[in-house]
Nanobody, 122 residues
Framework: QVQLVESGGGLVQAGGSLRLSCAAS????????VGWFRQAPGKDREFVAA????????YYADSVKGRCTITRDNAKNTVYLQMNSLKPEDTAVYYC???????????????WGQGTQVTVSS
């Protein structure tokens, strides 16, 4: 079992920045790929970013590429999502999840956090 807790969400004006954190406990975190997903009201959960466990390769959705950076600190069992130049369309609940292999597909992830709300005002 892996327990995940997201934090760092909040209300920010368009153009602002937030750094989300995903803290893990349980099994060896460093052996998991970690993904960030988001879900806006009435919409499907969508992929945002992911980082592999092996070489820290990173992957981004086109909608956030160039504005978001995913990093991991295995010593702290934490993954971060730095989000810059935020837009109102980034408003959603953001979730982190872990998987044995990096993937952009939500269904492939085994463990999920409870989510953190990000609201971007125009």
């Amino acid at each position: 079992q892996v327990q995940l807790v997201e934090s760092g969400g909040g209300l920010v004006q368009a153009g602002g920045s937030l750094r989300l954190s995903c803290a893990a406990s349980g099994r060896t975190f460093s052996r998991y790929a970690v993904g960030w997903f988001r879900q806006a009201p009435g919409k499907d959960r969508e992929f945002v970013a992911a980082i592999s466990w092996s070489d820290a390769s990173t992957y981004y959705a086109d909608s956030v590429k160039g504005r978001c950076t995913i990093t991991r600190d295995n010593a702290k069992n934490t993954v971060y999502l730095q989000m810059n130049s935020l837009k109102p369309e980034d408003t959603a609940v953001y979730y982190c999840a872990v998987n044995g292999r990096v993937s952009t597909k939500a269904l492939t992830y085994d463990y999920w956090g409870q989510g953190t709300q990000v609201t971007v005002s125009s």
